[in-house]
């Protein structure tokens, strides 16, 4: 089992390489990744930048391994998202009542959701068999849940096909939330934590009610151990959240399997 986990090391790839374009500022590189032989496979869709709210990813496509990614890069600055923990509240969708979800998260995934669910969409009926996998890190790994559900939510059709592995992912809404999230893409999501990274622990369900959906997958050491969390809507005591919040730190946030560096993508990251 772990050496599936580490097999789909290449899902935390491609959040990485989203942190490479957000870098960039205009084009598109894979970064260290293009060393791995599949994305000398891979075909770029379609790539994404939203100044205000900050939103940047891409969408590509891998023949070989009949995959459609849609990738999110994470915050640039990740103590906007540690130290946000009076984040305002705003529904969900209409039709869902009582979810809600964190503004900022929502804001920044809707920018740029209109495009997204075109270009998806195409490539979806161009590759009918395919499956779509949405990754991100840190604040990625919020707006990959987000499109997903969104996406799932718009074309239940194909909700079958969907995929989430985000890496040092906060909370995203509320138990209501959680529960409908659950219901959609609870066992198509892969949710991992590592050790005492800070970031799973924000926004805190004790104050404002936040609460993670699963699957959990919590790696405890760093000789890649892990454990998968039992619980289904509320958090596992032996996954991220053993680590009492005083205890944990950014460090573990920056090595998810060895990736992503991200320290080195851009002077704006900072603690």
Known sequence: ???S??????????????YYFLNQGSGFSCGPSCDIPLYKLVNLNTTWHSPNPVSDGYIAISP????IYVAWAGTRRIRSVAVDVMAIFEDFAPDVPGAIVHAGFAESTNAVYPHILKNIRAAAEDNPDYKIVFVGHSLGGANAVLSALKFAKDNE???????????????????????????MLGNQTYRITYQGDIVPHVPPWQVLGYQHHPLEIHVINKDGDFYVCQNTVREDLDGAYRWPTIDTGVADHLDYFGKPEITRFDPLIEW
């Open 157 to 183: 059709y194909i909700k079958d096909s969907i995929r989430v592995w985000t890496f040092g992912q906060p909370r995203v809404g509320n138990r209501q939330f959680s529960e409908y999230y659950t219901e």
């Open 5 to 18: 986990l580490q097999g789909n090391c290449i899902k935390c790839s491609f959040a990485e390489t989203a």
């Open 1 to 3: 089992m772990y050496c």
């Open 64 to 67: 070989k391994h009949k995959e």
